[in-house]
T-cell receptor, first 113, second 115 residues
Framework: EAQVTQNPRYLITVTGKKLTVTCSQNMNHEYMSWYRQDPGLGLRQIYYSMNVEVTDKGDVPEGYKVSRKEKRNFPLILESPSPNQTSLYFC????????????FGPGTRLTVT | AQSVTQLDSQVPVFEEAPVELRCNYSSSVSVYLFWYVQYPNQGLQLLLKYLSGSTLVKGINGFEAEFNKSQTSFHLRKPSVHISDTAEYFCAVSEGMNRDDKIIFGKGTRLHILP
């Protein structure tokens, strides 16, 4: 089944403890992206990647890192999480950039205390 | 820099009535425009998109949107809503024609279908 998977789906952690949220797609998509969703703010793009070893900042990249070593994987890294990073995170992928449809993962709900 | 404004945070409408969800954008260049839907406790799903060509775009589930360049709008419409259309709807813009694949979403409009 064609899909975007994220792990973990739920995570509660403490301030400053490094964490990684994994994202994987099995559709051979070139474009992958991370978003955070907060009530009243909609979705905001964190980072995106046009292809392997190519990543670019979105609207809210501060406090996050990403890497794209393989086409299928696009992990989101929080080196030192803070409470203002408590949010619902979505990974998405598309075949070629934004001209093609983005497929979204199920989301990861992160709480930083 | 591009931005998106969804003028209504919530829209109540009776079942089988028509609905319009409003979206305005700002950008200094040509844009791609999108509408996404998010059903409760789910990720987002593309409803429709405008890349170029015809300004009237038809999407899934009976939705359509019209690109109006002079008014910088991309309003979403459906002639008759169903209870299953209860969801949050997001308008988004990208300056993808310039090979900038950054995307900006609006803050969302919650559609409440009244029986």
């Amino acid at each position: 089944e064609a899909q975007v998977t994220q792990n973990p789906r739920y995570l509660i952690t403490v301030t400053g403890k490094k964490l990684t949220v994994t994202c994987s797609q099995n559709m051979n998509h070139e474009y992958m992206s991370w978003y955070r969703q907060d009530p009243g703010l909609g979705l905001r793009q964190i980072y995106y990647s046009m292809n392997v070893e190519v990543t670019d900042k979105g609207d809210v990249p501060e406090g996050y890192k990403v890497s794209r070593k393989e086409k299928r994987n696009f992990p989101l890294i929080l080196e030192s999480p803070s409470p203002n990073q408590t949010s619902l995170y979505f990974c998405a992928s598309s075949l070629y950039g934004l001209e093609s449809e983005q497929y979204f993962g199920p989301g990861t709900r992160l709480t930083v205390t | 820099a591009q931005s998106v404004t969804q003028l209504d945070s919530q829209v109540p409408v009776f079942e089988e009535a028509p609905v319009e969800l409003r979206c305005n954008y700002s950008s200094s260049v040509s844009v791609y425009l999108f509408w996404y839907v998010q059903y409760p406790n789910q990720g987002l799903q593309l409803l429709l998109k405008y890349l170029s060509g015809s300004t009237l775009v038809k999407g899934i589930n009976g939705f359509e949107a019209e690109f109006n360049k002079s008014q910088t709008s991309f309003h979403l419409r459906k002639p008759s809503v169903h209870i299953s259309d209860t969801a949050e709807y997001f308008c988004a813009v990208s300056e993808g024609m310039n090979r900038d694949d950054k995307i900006i979403f609006g803050k969302g409009t919650r559609l409440h279908i009244l029986p």
